[in-house]
């Protein structure tokens, strides 16, 4: 028997069995109870005392090496104007007086090192009053500032990296024909000490309210960059008031945790 060509193309296919289909169903977010809801806030407040502590604790180490600190550059100013007196006499070589000088300028870093690290220390924990503080706030929308007398909280929607501190610095020098004044750039020795996450973030040491302050907040609004102006560690006390440019801060087992 003869088969036309094209038949047995033009018979028609067998139907595949349909497969029944799933509804995707959107998990439920599980419920946390009211008791739940009190562990992690007392969980969150002794996180937050224990930081506290341990700060006063370090800081309470630094004062007690910066006195020493100063003793020591006490000394070696003595000594340099001593040796002063005596090259003029010509009883000593200019050699002596070069290495005083240079005993001094060390002794004089090492103070200005631990004063920085007070500094640093002050405006943690400020930081970390402030978070208490953001956290009783709502949201910031992009844009929109959110204040409650002692911080001043701006989302920007343009993202922020250490390597546009550049533009920030520019328009300060250019504004004010000096550096800007920054504590802290990125992750510190006195974040690692105390276990915060400051990796994408800058600190600078003006006062929201200052002048100089208050043309940075404006500046950065006007580049949506993110920042948090903080008025000091303590309501009605400028010890620890800066401005933070970048992401909030958070202890750095919060952040592995993510």
Request: net charge neutral.
């Amino acid at each position: 028997m003869t088969v036309a060509p094209g038949v047995a193309a033009q018979k028609p296919a067998r139907k595949r069995a349909s497969t029944p289909q799933t509804r995707s169903q959107t998990p439920t977010p599980p419920q946390v109870s009211e008791t739940d809801q009190e562990k992690l806030a007392d969980a969150a407040s002794q996180s937050r005392a224990n930081l506290l502590e341990a700060s006063s604790v370090y800081r309470e180490s630094l004062e007690k090496l910066l006195e020493l600190q100063r003793q020591d550059e006490a000394r070696a100013t003595e000594l340099v104007e001593k040796r002063e007196s005596l090259l003029d006499l010509g009883v000593i070589a200019k050699r002596e007086l070069d290495e005083s000088e240079q005993a001094l300028a060390e002794a004089r870093s090492k103070t200005t090192g631990t004063q920085k690290q007070i500094a640093e220390i002050d405006q943690l924990v400020a930081e970390v009053n402030a978070a208490e503080e953001l956290a009783k706030m709502p949201p910031a929308p992009q844009g929109v500032y959110r204040s409650n007398g002692v911080l001043i909280r701006y989302a920007g929607a343009s993202r922020w990296a250490l390597g546009d501190f550049g533009k920030v610095d520019a328009f300060f020098r250019l504004k004010f024909g000096k550096p800007l004044p920054v504590s802290a750039v990125g992750q510190t020795e006195t974040h690692n000490h105390l276990g915060f996450d400051h990796r994408e973030a800058i600190d600078v040491a003006v006062h929201p309210d200052s002048a100089e302050g208050q043309e940075l907040v404006n500046y950065l609004a006007s580049q949506g960059i993110s920042f948090i102006a903080i008025r000091g560690a303590i309501a009605g006390s400028a010890t620890g008031a800066h401005i933070h440019i970048g992401p909030p801060s958070k202890r750095i087992n919060q952040y592995r945790e993510r």
